[in-house]
């Protein structure tokens, strides 16, 4: 398809389109509106005022960025309409003086509110290189929600807004899809990993690419949000504040330069709720997912947040509360991982599995939609995630009152120590062959853990061998001499034979040679082991 005949499907034109509502400042005094024009198109404008009024309109004029994409060359537009009443209904249009669009309408919030709704939404990407993309079942399943749940007064996403976000081709898909929805209600996008990806050529899925600083992203929505985020990496970070909420927005790219700003950000605000949205879940419910590449870079910054919503995964999970390697009961204690689930009837690619840190999974593979509506009242926040047939699957109520989350849930406290790979129990395969701590050197069983995993072990006379993910290791019992894949090393300790007649190791030794690393959970008394590749091990079958 050439670029003259993508024009003619959904090119930009003199007319306004893809018109988006978005929040900067306070919402009881002013909202953004953004939309779309040719190229060829350099000023514009919004006209707004009080709906069926007959006053003089305001005019509130844009901010434009020229943005060349691969099939089209646009003008984006952005205007702040403030001065706005609080808890007043408007009419406004957007345009320039002789191209206008329709007029739309949107009602500004309450002053000081501390009683509203949001509907969360991840993972609605769709569509293959044909284009156009199609996102019209998303727009169905959108209108369907907010007229069943009409007090939603913006919508926030956890990412994966696209399924490949460096070609115009799908950005105006996903707006073709909103269509007659975020003229109205504010939208706020969090960037996800199929939002910054691209191919060298989008029709044949050639050039695999990923784009560090998310152009298409960036440019599409340049002054959509607050310019608030870390130096350098502004539009996919911000934060914005509603009512007794505050929100910081995370992209994809420059964890450490994040973490620095999700500090920054929670310690200067005054806020009762602190949320973030960040698209890669640390809390994951998928058998073979890893977050090290997030966590523990974000830690600290993640930690200050009483829930981070999150995607990626197109399933539900909602974690205990977390902080500092440990599992707690009280909203107090830690942060709560909130993964949300697919919003665009995206069957998961990833098999929900019960995982340590989790209080409660969805295992979500039908092809149905799934979202979440978050209720504020003062100090009780209430999660309620749907699937889009009407069904309830998980409800809890956060209660900063009296410091309790309910149904009341407990995270688990072990009187031996336990190990766990990737937030499973290896229950059977360590039954009798938990860890054990000498001398301040926490020591694994070797064999029984990468068995677990899909790996092999072969055992000789005081010698075990463990190869998975591509590696080998080699321990000697009495030895702290160790044969890798990369050579020999020396150990933390020697290998010691203990429980069971099992060769043991040191953590640290077990882990360093197929990249793992490893904590300890002191306040539920496990060791968790994760890996940092996303890989299925699966035995040679000759």
């Not at 009409?150 to 115009?168: H, S």
């Not at 973490?259 to 009762?272: M, P």
């Not at 300790?493 to 904590?519: K, T």
Request: aromatic share 14%.
């Amino acid at each position: 398809m050439t670029a003259q005949e993508w024009k003619s499907i959904r090119g930009s034109g003199q007319s306004p389109d893809q018109i988006m509502l978005s929040l900067k400042g306070d919402p009881s005094e002013t909202i953004t509106v953004r939309w779309r024009c040719d190229v060829s198109v350099t000023e514009g404008f919004a006209l707004y005022r009080e709906a069926g009024s007959t006053e003089e309109w305001t005019r509130a004029d844009a901010k434009r960025n020229a943005f060349k994409t691969d099939v089209d060359e646009s003008s984006f537009f952005f205007a702040d309409m403030s001065g706005l009443k609080p808890d007043t209904k408007y009419e406004y249009t957007c345009g320039d003086s002789k191209n206008r669009s329709d007029v739309y309408y949107f009602t500004s919030e309450k002053s000081n509110v501390e009683r509203f709704s949001f509907l969360c939404l991840s993972d609605v990407q769709t569509g293959g290189p044909n284009p156009p993309a199609d996102y019209s079942v998303l727009g169905e399943v959108v209108k369907k929600i907010l007229s069943e749940h009409p007090e939603c007064k913006f919508i926030l996403t956890a990412g994966d807004n696209t399924n490949c976000g460096q070609t115009d081709v799908q950005w105006t898909g996903l707006f073709e899809g909103l269509k007659g929805i975020i003229e109205s209600v504010p939208v706020m996008f969090c960037m996800g990993n199929h939002d910054d990806m691209g191919f060298e050529d989008y029709f044949t899925f050639t050039g695999k690419y990923y784009s560090e600083h998310a152009t298409y992203f960036t440019n599409q929505l340049r002054y959509s949000y607050p310019e608030n985020g870390p130096e350098g990496w502004i539009v996919p970070n911000y934060s914005f504040r509603y009512g007794n909420a505050m929100f910081a927005v995370t992209g994809t790219s420059g964890f450490e330069y994040i973490n620095e700003w999700l500090v920054k950000t929670a310690a200067e605000s005054d806020a009762v709720w602190k949320f973030a949205a960040h698209h890669f879940p640390v809390c994951y419910s998928g058998p073979n997912l890893e977050c090290y590449e997030t966590y523990p870079p974000m830690m600290e910054g993640i930690e200050k947040y009483d829930i981070m919503f999150s995607g990626h995964e197109h399933s539900y999970a909602r974690s205990y509360p977390r902080r500092n390697n440990g599992l707690y009961d009280r909203p107090s204690e830690g942060t709560i991982h909130y993964n949300i689930g697919s919003g665009n009837r995206n069957p998961p690619g990833t098999r929900v599995v019960p995982k340590v840190w989790n209080d409660c999974t969805y295992e979500h593979e039908e092809d149905l939609s799934m979202f979440s509506i978050v209720d504020i009242d003062k100090d009780k926040c209430t999660l309620t995630a749907y699937v889009e047939d009407g069904r309830i699957v998980d409800r809890c109520v956060i209660d900063k009152t009296d410091d309790t989350i309910t149904p009341i849930r407990r995270a688990p406290r072990y009187n031996r120590p336990r190990i766990k790979f990737k937030g499973y129990d290896l229950g059977i395969c360590v039954m009798d062959t938990l860890p054990q701590c000498i001398d301040g050197v926490w020591y694994v069983p070797a064999a029984q853990i990468v068995k677990f995993i899909g790996g092999e072990s072969k055992h000789s006379e005081g010698k075990v061998r463990i190869e998975v993910y591509g590696r080998f290791s080699e321990f000697t019992e009495n030895s702290d001499v160790m044969i890798t894949s990369e050579g020999e090393h020396r150990m933390k300790a020697p290998c010691l034979r203990l429980e069971r007649e099992q060769l043991y190791v040191p953590v640290d030794d077990f882990c360093s040679p197929f990249r793992m690393y490893w904590s300890y959970f002191e306040h539920n008394n496990f060791i968790s082991i994760e890996s940092e590749t996303e890989q299925l091990p699966v035995s040679y079958q000759p």
